[in-house]
């Protein structure tokens, strides 16, 4: 059964709806091919195999019965939730061993509406410690490999998602991007991925990191199969208190009059340090949009450079508040001679890993007395400059088109000693999760070790349907999407 899973989501569901495959004949093949690859890859922390089949055989049921209402695409797909999205009964431990163990007692509201909808959770995915990272380097439960190359990293932090989609393990997967960390993998692996606007896709039942720049997302072979996993998850969720309220409008994807769109391109997106062959792919993308009858001009976004920074200061700080739980009494095992504070100490000290500590003290610092001021507080206002910018350029373009990341997938502890130029593979990304708009990530070519490279598009905030009509109309017209790494 493995040819099953050389199928895209849509076919699969197609194939479903016909009765040419069960949901079950599918999870099944899902499966196989990761006990199969899995142990070169180790996209998955935990493989659900008895959910995953007793939600394919109801998937069956619902699939025998006959019904006038469409079936939702998901019925009966099996798909991957990144481990910081708690799922009921499911170990979810956001890649942290001061986690390990933990079972929650409900399920976050962006994966409920899947199951609800007859998906298939195949387990959890891997990524670094509590989403701190770009390259699933930082999991307390081992390094995720990319599925192009087995010596590369797959990005992060939702790296497992996005190796799982690669490899075929999956058909779609879950994942958040606080920074980038849904576009950035989904580029390195070749795939498609989703950043929501902030607010558009409830946070209950994410495990958090940044509770101002946190958003659930997704990833998919291509785009066409990435819009009903939106579809569903998005909508106002009464116990997410930062979840809008507007209507989530359907999302066409066929017959996109790119005559009318205006697409911007930031010059300070293209600087030095962006690797060639990245560069000639994304303006190769950009100009057949032109050819396709967009209209394209270079935009200027001039507080960029300062996002970076501004980023390091906001989410360590959230980071600092947020991570205060886990101290061995709240969560998570508890270490030391049994006294109070050394418990804490030695609990916090010896199972968060050296990213998430060094987060902590960072943002710990930026937000003690007598420098929040001039930390935080500045960083806050120079934020509410970069959001700025977005929305002056938005009321003369309708997207920004931009490189994913600087470089392909670089080498596993290619930046081990040197947290600075890891931080810096997040420069592109950064900018959208501050001024709470979507971002969508395509592939766009490939470099010359054959390593996949991605675009983005920005819209304004709750516009994703306009990134999906584009890239699909992209996608339509070449094949960068087709082609899958042979492992």
Request: charge should be negative.
């Amino acid at each position: 059964m493995a040819e099953l899973t050389d199928l895209s989501l849509l076919e699969a569901a197609g194939a479903l709806r016909a009765g040419a495959i069960s949901s079950t004949e599918l999870t099944r093949a899902c499966l196989d091919r990761i006990e199969a690859i899995d142990g070169d890859v180790s996209a998955f922390l935990t493989v659900t195999e008895d959910l995953a089949m007793a939600q394919a055989e109801a998937a069956d049921q619902q699939l025998r019965t006959r019904s006038d209402t469409p079936r939702p695409f998901v019925l009966g797909i099996p798909i991957a939730i990144k481990d910081v999205l708690c799922v009921e009964g499911v170990p979810t431990t956001c890649g942290s061993k001061i986690l390990e163990g933990f079972r929650p007692p409900y399920t976050a509201t962006s994966v409920t509406r899947l199951v609800e909808a007859g998906a298939v959770i195949l387990g959890m995915a891997n990524t670094d410690e509590f989403a701190m990272g770009s390259s699933t380097e930082n999991s307390g439960y081992g390094v995720s490999h990319n599925p192009w190359n087995l010596a590369r990293v797959p990005g992060g932090s939702s790296g497992g998602s996005a190796a799982a989609v690669a490899a075929r393990m999956c058909f779609a997967a879950l994942g958040t991007d606080t920074g980038g960390s849904v576009r950035q993998p989904a580029a390195f692996c070749g795939v498609s991925g989703l950043k929501t606007s902030y607010g558009r896709v409830s946070r209950y039942g994410l495990i958090a990191y940044g509770s101002s720049l946190d958003t659930v997302g997704g990833m998919a072979r291509n785009v066409a199969d990435l819009a009903p996993i939106f579809s569903l998850m998005a909508g106002h969720d009464p116990l997410d208190s930062t979840s809008v309220a507007d209507a989530v409008p359907e999302i066409h994807l066929n017959g996109a009059d790119l005559s009318k769109l205006r697409i911007g391109v930031p010059k300070e997106y293209f600087i030095e340090g962006l690797q060639p062959e990245v560069e000639t792919a994304v303006r190769a993308a950009i100009e057949a949009f032109r050819e396709m009858g967009a209209a394209v001009r270079e935009i200027s976004l001039p507080h960029t450079d300062l996002a970076l920074p501004v980023y390091y200061i906001i989410a360590p700080a959230e980071a600092s508040a947020n991570l205060a739980r886990y101290d061995g009494v709240r969560y998570g095992p508890r270490l030391g001679p049994g006294l109070y504070p050394e418990d804490y100490f030695v609990t916090r000290g010896e199972l968060f890993g050296a990213e998430v500590k060094r987060r902590i003290m960072l943002g710990t610092y930026a937000l003690s007395a007598g420098y929040y001021d001039a930390y935080y507080g500045q960083a806050q206002k120079v934020r509410t400059l970069i959001k700025g910018d977005f929305e002056a350029a938005f009321q003369e373009v309708d997207l920004i088109a931009c490189p994913v990341t600087p470089t392909t997938a670089f080498g596993i502890g290619a930046h081990g000693d040197d947290p600075l130029s890891m931080y810096l593979e997040d420069v592109f990304t950064l900018p959208a999760n501050l001024a709470g708009i979507p971002g969508l990530s395509f592939p766009v070519g490939f470099d010359s070790e054959g390593l996949p490279i991605g675009m983005q598009f920005m819209a304004p905030h709750l516009g994703e349907a306009q990134l999906f009509s584009a890239a699909h109309a992209y996608q339509a017209a070449t094949s960068w999407h087709t082609g899958w790494p042979e492992l």
